[in-house]
């Protein structure tokens, strides 16, 4: 059984979200990507990226209109497609979380060694000590 909206026709402040519920039709036994109507009432579909504040039958009337239907049928007639995609994305993520971590590494040695140098600085400031140059290595 499919979930159904409240039957309030405006949402409550506790269906209100900051965050959207991004939408994302099923799949039914066949296979085939179907849509199902979510609790949430501030929904992000896919079909135009936009998210909108539903009211009871807003996001029902919306599944009907000829971009969604269209979108519908598009990722239903690509599913290779999509699965392709969703390796190729996974992989891209795992390279970018490498090159995040790779930064963060940098970030934190250039941190040790503007710290260093600060050191050095107060150091050479210092009436106490002698005048002397810093020896970098
Ligand atoms: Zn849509």
């Known amino acids: 059984m499919l979930p159904s909206p409240n039957s309030d026709t405006k949402p409550t402040m506790e269906q209100i979200q900051l965050e959207p519920y ?3 039709p099923t799949i039914d036994s ?3 990507y179907i849509d199902y109507y979510p609790q949430n009432h501030f929904i992000k579909c896919q079909c135009n990226g936009e998210t909108h504040l539903y009211g009871k039958e807003g996001f029902r009337n919306h599944t009907t209109t000829v971009k969604h ?3 519908l049928m598009h990722i239903n ?3 290779h ?3 392709r995609e969703n390796i190729r994305l996974n992989e891209l993520v795992e390279n ?3 090159i995040i971590a790779k ?3 940098e970030i934190q040695n250039a941190k040790i060694r503007e710290n260093l140098l600060k050191d050095m ?3 050479m400031q210092s009436p106490k000590s002698p005048k002397k140059s810093p020896k970098i290595d």
């Open 96 to 98: 970018q979380k490498s």
């Open 69 to 71: 239907r269209g979108w």
């Open 30 to 32: 066949d296979g085939d």
């Open 103 to 105: 930064m963060d590494i």
């Open 81 to 83: 497609n999509l699965f």
């Open 121 to 123: 600085m107060k150091e």
């Open 22 to 24: 991004i939408y994302a």
């Open 77 to 79: 007639n690509n599913r």
